[in-house]
């Protein structure tokens, strides 16, 4: 018996043929870029599960440093983009705090930097991310 091909080759697969099998046939703009948006979802979700375990759990130990979160680390993959989760809620809520001084939003942007790259690098591979461009 020959094992199926895992769920990341099956959705890349599925966003290779959307986009260079189906989306030239489509010759009706609306449906065109539909199919577009599908090979896209279907791309996005393959590179998310790629790295899922990683990246959710970098971002735990990011948000748990901005927000001094002492509550020890979930262990399920479940539990820990749960406590994502609420500790993003907590952080927006500090950002929006007038409380919250320059200086203590300027310490957050490195965090903040690296958690919008990690996301980049998932939904967006080819975006150009160096600090030095215009």
Known sequence: ???????????????????RE?????????????????AHLAFTAAM?????????????????????DGVPAPESLRDKKRRVAALEGRLCEAIRDPKTSA?????????????????LRVNNPRFDTRADIE
């Not at 018996?1 to 986009?19: N, S």
């Not at 189906?22 to 599908?38: D, H």
């Not at 998310?48 to 001094?68: H, K, Y």
Request: net charge negative.
């Open 22 to 38: 189906i989306r030239p046939l489509v010759k009706e703009p609306r449906a065109s870029f539909r199919v577009l948006v599908g």
């Open 103 to 119: 200086a203590e939003l300027d310490a957050m942007r490195p965090a903040l930097r690296a958690s919008l790259l990690a996301k």
């Open 1 to 19: 018996m020959q094992d199926a091909p895992d769920r990341e080759t099956i959705l890349l697969g599925l966003a290779k043929f959307l986009e």
């Open 48 to 68: 998310e599960s790629m790295d899922e375990d990683a990246d959710v759990a970098a971002e735990l130990e990011r948000l748990r440093a901005l927000t001094g």
